[in-house]
């Protein structure tokens, strides 16, 4: 079974701080993937990365980044925090299908 | 601008009932069309995936149907069960664009006994 792992299940970040996602992925896939997801607009891409030090935007990368050191690990990160960033973040991998970790949901206050 | 839309955005349905959910998208260079199942607390989940070149997939109790002139298809859920009550998702993909899925804006879906 492909298991998608994520560093956090809930956070809470004040505004302005700087957050970083995990996410590990044990298939060794190339593609991995950053979307958001809020009722009613679905899942977002925010990012992907198709090889370790690639990335690509999505469609919402604006205040987001991302690192991709090594293949099984692609973090998400949130330079300055803003509350309309509260969301849950899904993190993916896979080509065709796309394998889901279980999210995070972050709170920003 | 959402390109692929999604309807309704919530159901209800008594056990043993239909369930349909319904999309429509507006490129027609995408060529994969999965749905993602999600449970409370779980990441999605693929259920169910069609290509455009066939009308219709069955696997079990869940059916896509598909129409291309219309750019539109739907999951229909038979003899639907409490266990089914989740988020489903509809997606959109291209092949040689890096696969990237395009979602719709989910429906949740509550089967009652």
């Known amino acids: 079974d492909v298991k998608v792992t994520q560093s956090s299940r809930y956070l809470v970040k004040r505004t302005g701080e700087k957050v970083f996602l995990e996410c590990v992925q044990d298939?060794?896939?190339?593609?991995m993937f950053w979307y958001r997801q809020d009722p009613g607009l679905g899942l977002r891409l925010i990012y992907f990365s198709y090889d370790v030090k690639m990335k690509e935007k999505g469609d919402i990368p604006e205040g987001y980044s991302v690192s991709r050191e090594k293949k099984e690990r692609f973090s998400l990160i949130l330079e300055s925090a803003s509350t309309n960033q509260t969301s849950m973040y899904l993190c993916a991998t896979g080509r065709r299908e796309q394998y889901f970790g279980p999210g995070t949901r972050l709170t920003v206050t | 601008q959402q390109q692929v839309k999604q309807s309704p955005q919530s159901l209800i349905v008594q056990k043993g009932g239909i369930s349909i959910i319904n999309c429509a998208y507006e490129n027609t260079a995408f060529d994969y069309f999965p749905w993602y199942q999600q449970f409370p607390g779980k990441g999605p989940a693929l259920l169910i995936a069609?290509?455009?070149?066939?009308s219709e997939k069955k696997e079990g109790r869940f059916t896509i149907s598909f129409n291309k002139s219309a750019k539109q298809f739907s999951l229909h859920i038979m003899d639907s069960q409490p266990g089914d009550s989740a988020t489903y998702f509809c997606?959109?993909?291209?092949?040689?664009?890096?696969?990237?899925?395009?979602f719709g804006g989910g429906t949740r879906l509550m089967v009652k006994p």
């Open positions: 069609i290509r455009p070149d066939v």
């Open positions: 298939m060794d896939h190339e593609n």
């Open positions: 997606a959109a993909s291209i092949s040689n664009a890096g696969n990237m899925l395009t």
